[in-house]
């Protein structure tokens, strides 16, 4: 491993660290010898500082980071950075690095980041084909042979068999939840459940009979035991979608599980334990949120030991075709209609949209127009038909054509409070939301004047 930082008394911590753990370790001072070394030998990861002069903006690391991502494209690098500077460590994660850990570390979950970092480091032979993975593991639930996807999915194959928490980052409807289905239908852990919760969904006050269960008595309404979600996972998978919108207080709740496996139901007066694999997924940036206070650091580093980035919909435009004559021949079974044929300009049509709702919006687009259609064979016509009912205008392309995703979720939640009256109950209940999570959104998109009462 190479460690690259300015500061000497970082690097004899870290080259010591990872001599105990089993490692060669050698060091560079800046981003010149840096490079040097890699030249002249061959390592296996880059664990490497942002900053190595007076300059405290982190160009320096990005720019080192790009130059070991054009010479060494394979060659995973680890970039270590300060507490508050961690939107810092996101832009290099997003520029190529594995991931990131900030200063001063765990020595344990240094360790373990490393271990797993090398564990799913691509491999040096050429990326393998859609055939050659299918014949390899059962990801029949997902389309696609984007080179994007196909890392995706090469990355599920080396994590699957693993007991290692997983983090699924991406935007909304962009097949998240099936990835956690893939992650688990390949592990050997497929034999028992996969147990899934929208973290979003649960309120605070329930949080703990929820994922912990209750005994008898516990509570007023408490008349029998009850089993959480975490005991029900026991042996499988326990996915925690919308991880992000889980509440700072019940984040130590959850954090106690992922350490030792240990929980306790309300009113109990023992803990028992589960063996669960954790699974979770966000549309927003946990990083970003860690900076912001809004999320807890330290459960932040046990579910994000492996980061699994899914590209939007708009990334792998050349999965668009398949996908949608899959989830049209979908469509057509599940209302027990004839085979329906999209022509080629409707393929085209659709591989040029932004879908800024990604599958899930692909989806929707598909089905509307397969039943107001009421055709065998659909046009570009008939999906400019159909998307134009939307906003009431000849013509017109999606309603939320060219709209960001923060646009989208505002507007479907104006949408839902003119619907029903600004009541927030209902608004939340059409929109699959708690209340708790609902008002979140209002309060982040700057939404107010809603009324509480049923």
Known sequence: MLVVDDDSAVQVSLALLLKQAGFDARCADDPRQALQLLEDSGFDLVLQDMNFSLQTSGEEGLALLARIKERHPGLPV??????????LAVRGVKAGAANFFTKPWDNGQLVALAEATLQVAPPPQPQSTRQALDARFDFGAIVGEHPKLLQVLETIGQIARTRAPVLILGESGTGKELVA?????????AGHAIVKINMGAIASSLFESEMFGHVRGAFTDARS???????AADGGTLFLDEIGELQRGDQVKLLRVLQDQRYQPVGASATSQADVRVVSATNRELAELVASGDFREDLFYRLNLITIRLPALRERRSDIPLLARHI???????????????????????????????????????????????????TQADFLATSAVDEGVPGARLGVDGMTLEQVERH???????????????????????????YRRLDRHGLGGVDEEE
Do not use: C, F
């Open 78 to 87: 680890l970039l270590m950075t300060a507490w508050g500077s961690i939107a």
């Open 181 to 189: 289905d893939a992650i688990h239908r390949n592990s050997p852990r």
């Open 412 to 438: 479907m939640i104006e949408q839902a409070l003119q619907q029903h009256g600004r009541n927030i109950t209902r608004a939340a209940r059409a929109l699959g939301l708690s209340r708790t999570a609902l």
């Open 225 to 231: 035991d009850r089993k959480g979600h975490v005991a």
């Open 328 to 378: 049209v021949a979908g469509v057509a079974e599940g209302y027990g209609l004839g085979e329906i044929v999209l022509a080629p300009a409707a393929l085209d049509w659709l591989a040029a949209q932004s879908w800024p709702g990604n599958i899930r919006q692909l989806k929707q687009t598909l089905e509307r127009t397969v039943l107001l259609s009421g055709k065998n064979h659909l």
